[in-house]
């Protein structure tokens, strides 16, 4: 059969390719994106935070190297301040896509005993900053994929797929390079390594539509539902475990759920009632704050992001 | 200008969520750039764009608003702009913003916007956003008409193969939504863009500031007829699904191989469709097969279409990795190993013909060099200029060379088989993007001859093992002195050899030559085919070359045979060499009469993994040469 008649064949049949929906291209996109990094790359790793954005980025790893197992082991980076909801899921997803979990814990953080509590900023430098190089170094992966994407705030609207770290993990603007078409330049010096962010076009609302329409499984704290709480410096924390000082407050419950996923005492919740996906994506449509503000770590400064990448952070 | 926020929030979201899901679920994805300064209100119209699809969130809105008022560039009404030049303060700190992406939705469509900003790095940035996008949005101010800007954003559009252009003539309530003015400045147009072959185009006359003709027909200008800008985003073709209709193609990515019983070829279709049970050919071998399955975690395929990333087994154990591309049996691309291509240049270290670079096309990476540059093109007057080199942001025509022959398509056919872009070899930075208009003629009807005397043979006879002894260093330094010597001794040994030195081949074969650095290039490229030619005769080659750079050299190594080159670096300081002078060049450079001199004016890059490394003051030419002849008779 010749292309032409095959494509009105495909037409006829109602799968006409003009109707690529946008989040089979941008399926597409990341998968090819992941299979370039494993071609090119001496030793990827994933970096798994355990978050919806991560979630969707295991999921599409799986897709592109279907049936094996995706090529590379998982890594996180714990700060041991996660939600215990968080630890479950990761270590039961990792089981399920058939890879292996790394977990790595900066030891210099353990033996200082450094917390958010009590630590500020230092703790996302130590734990995860400072963590995320060293695990990075001491296994050698030189291609290592993170879950961030551009629509999150101005100053990540012109990152790159591929970023390039020299060989102490800082991002020098200047060693950026373009990208046209479909064609990554992963070539690099011994010793350089490159962050590769797969679903850098992907919006919150894309990821939300993906995880419902694929059923990925996500951190249940994602969902309303009551959870004791307490009220400081105007964000909602979950009091996830004992280890948080609470100051003659008493936690009440709320029914809260969670826009996204850090450390537990940093990370705002919301008052709400959506309790299913639907619920939650209609939420997000209907209310009107971004993302990213429940994170305590992004009120820090200003240009906050910009910093942090250049110092190693994503 | 309206004051309070027009949210188009979706009504099906609060009514019917599952609803809107399923909405949102098959809307189809446009990707477009939008071209313009500041000027001509691009971050105004982009910034509508995000408002009114309700893509800002109340807290973005708040700071937009204080923002505003603080800059008072509207005076107390939102200034749009606010909300995507966010890069003010990265330009001071000195960060390349190539660049930036954007995204919303409407009922009907998501939208990527490319925005680049930036006058200097205009082509390099406007090429790279363009790349991807599948309509270019040309903004003109009303009041300017057409400008050298807007005929170099057409050309660049054009160039990079984007068929859907909209001409947005912005800022009409300046001009008192005069349609003479729209008029004229279309009319103005239409002539431009047919001279560069701009076949078709949409002209929509807007006000960015005042949202009219943005999502709505404007009461405004109640002569327009046309659609409203976005009405036209949400309608118009999407390149990406007119390829589905051509002849299938994939470049495969990655062999998937878990097992023994599983072999399959992952990569994302370029064109075409293809289902199980259609013959396939494999490419550049030709051999042919069809495809068993198409695999996908979601279950097996009937049938898969251009832009989807998919794994397809084969009926056959044929030979297929990547770089390789699958296509359709009966309409399989061309292969060929020279290409007529037009060359972007990105970086600001020139493009130098006779160089090799990387060349990255669909899968494969090949070596490749320019061996002609036909003409440069003024992207501000489409004017031909002959020329030797290319600087940043240059564009040029050229003729390119692969050290191996692969499957392409012209670009203009399929980006994605047509599209390369070359990285250079030392500092792996993406230094070009190139589009290929077609093989030369030369590539697909020069074969290789087989010859029955292999070069072995000629070898034997001679009882020695061919190489080249590649002697580099600086003027001066005595490279010619030591291969002179080391020459005579391979005499006396009874050895088979031949001397290249510098200054000879460039009173004959490379008479034609100068000193500029493309002609460096060039100088040594032909020296290291004329040593390979006598490799293959079986020869001891010597050759006493400055040879300053160090990818060229490499170039030259990767020309030998593996293990025949031996490069000998004559590692005498500039100050010695200079106090040397024996042809009293120094001198003259210093004096500014020899230009790009080595070492003065021009760089010496030292090698880095030479195999000899002689050091003249140490020992002198007579115990070097001994040295590397003891070292030659060590390998036989």
Known sequence: MNTHAKAERAEEAGVSPARLTHLERLEAESIHIMREVVAEAEKPVMLYSVGKDSAVMLHLARMAFHPSPPPFPLLHVDTTWKFRAMYELRDRAAREAGMELLVYKNPEAIEKGINPFDHGPLHTDMWKTEGLKQALSLYGFDAAFGGARRDEEKSRAKERVFSFRSANHRWDPKSQRPELWKLYNARKAKGESMRVFPISNWTELDIWQYIHLEGIEIVPLYFSAPRPTVIRDGLILMVDDERFPLEGEEPVMRSIRFRTLGCYPLTGAVESEAATLPEVIQEMLLTTTSERQGRAIDHDQAASMEKKKQEGYF | ?636
């Open chain 2, 1 to 636: 200008m309206a004051s309070e926020p027009i949210y188009q929030t979706d009504d099906l979201i609060a009514e019917d969520i599952d609803a809107y899901l399923v909405q949102h679920q098959h809307k189809s994805l446009l990707r477009f750039i939008t071209c313009g300064s500041v000027d001509d209100g691009k971050s105004t119209l982009i910034g509508r764009l995000l408002y009114d699809s309700k893509m800002i969130f109340e807290d973005q809105l708040a700071l937009l608003e204080s923002d505003s008022k603080r800059m008072g560039t509207q005076g107390q009404e939102i200034d749009f702009a606010l909300l995507v030049d966010g890069l003010a303060a990265e330009r001071e700190q000195g960060i390349t913003i190539d660049v930036a992406y954007r995204f919303f939705a409407t009922e009907k469509r998501k939208f990527i916007v490319a925005d680049t900003p930036g006058h200097e790095q205009y082509t390099r940035n406007m090429v790279t956003g363009a790349s991807t996008a599948d309509l270019a949005v040309i903004l003109i101010d009303a009041r300017k008409g057409v400008l050298t800007q807007t005929r170099r954003h057409s050309y660049l559009a054009h160039l990079i193969g984007i068929r859907n252009l909209v001409l947005a003539i912005n800022k009409m309530d300046l001009v008192d939504c005069d349609k003479g003015v729209f008029d004229s400045i279309l009319a103005d147009y239409r002539v431009f863009a047919a001279s560069i072959g701009i076949e078709d185009f949409t002209a929509i006359p807007i006000s960015g500031l005042r949202g009219d003709n943005i999502t709505t027909r404007s009461d405004a200008m109640p002569w327009y007829e046309g659609p409203a800008l976005l009405d036209h985003l949400e309608t118009v073709e999407i390149d990406a699904d007119r390829r589905a209709r051509d002849a299938f193609r994939i470049p495969v990515q990655w062999v998937n191989r878990p097992n023994l019983d599983f072999r399959g070829f992952s990569g994302t279709i370029a064109s075409g469709t293809i289902a199980p049970g259609d013959p396939v050919r494999v490419l550049p071998s030709g051999k042919t097969s069809r495809v068993g399955k198409i695999v996908t975690m979601r279950g097996e395929l009937d049938q898969a279409v251009a832009g989807q990333s998919v794994t397809i087994c084969l009926t056959d154990e044929i030979d297929c990795s990547r770089g390789d591309v699958i296509s359709a049996a009966d309409s399989p691309p061309e292969v060929a190993d020279q290409f007529e291509a037009t060359i972007v240049w990105m970086t600001d270290e020139p493009m130098l013909p006779g160089r090799p670079y990387w060349l990255k096309l669909g899968a494969a990476t090949v070596s490749a060099t320019i061996t002609d540059e036909k003409y440069q093109v003024d992207v501000n007057t489409m004017e031909h200029i002959a020329a030797k080199t290319l600087a940043l942001n240059g564009i040029a025509v050229c003729n390119i060379a692969l050290d191996r022959a692969l499957p392409f398509t012209a670009y203009d056919d399929n980006p994605d088989l047509g599209g390369f872009i070359l990285v250079d070899r030392l500092s792996n930075a993406t230094v070009g993007a190139g589009m290929i208009h077609f093989a030369l003629r030369r590539s697909q009807n020069i074969h290789w001859q087989a010859i029955d005397i292999s070069r072995e043979a000629h070898a034997r006879q001679k009882s020695q093992k061919a190489a080249v002894l590649w002697f580099t260093g600086l003027s001066g330094s005595g490279k010619s002195t030591i291969a002179n010597l080391v020459e005579k001794k391979l005499h006396v040994l009874g050895r088979h050899s031949y001397l290249l030195d510098g200054d000879n081949v460039r009173h004959g074969l490379n008479k034609d030559l100068g000193f500029t650095d493309a002609d460096r290039v060039e100088n040594i490229r032909r020296v290291g085919e004329v040593a390979r030619l006598m490799t293959d005769a079986g020869l001891i080659v010597l050759t006493a070359f400055i040879s300053p750079f160090r990818a060229e050299r490499q170039m030259v190594r990767r020309m030998i045979s593996e293990g025949e080159f031996i490069e000998v670096f004559v590692d005498t300081p500039l100050d010695v060499a200079e106090a040397r002078d024996g042809k009293g060049l120094y001198k003259k450079a210093r004096a500014g009469e020899l230009k790009n001199f080595t070492g003065i004016d021009s760089p010496y890059e030292r090698p880095e993994n030479a195999e000899i490394i002689v050091n003249t003051v140490e020992i002198s030419a007579e115990e070097a040469a001994e040295q590397i002849v003891e070292m030659l008779i060590g390998r036989g």
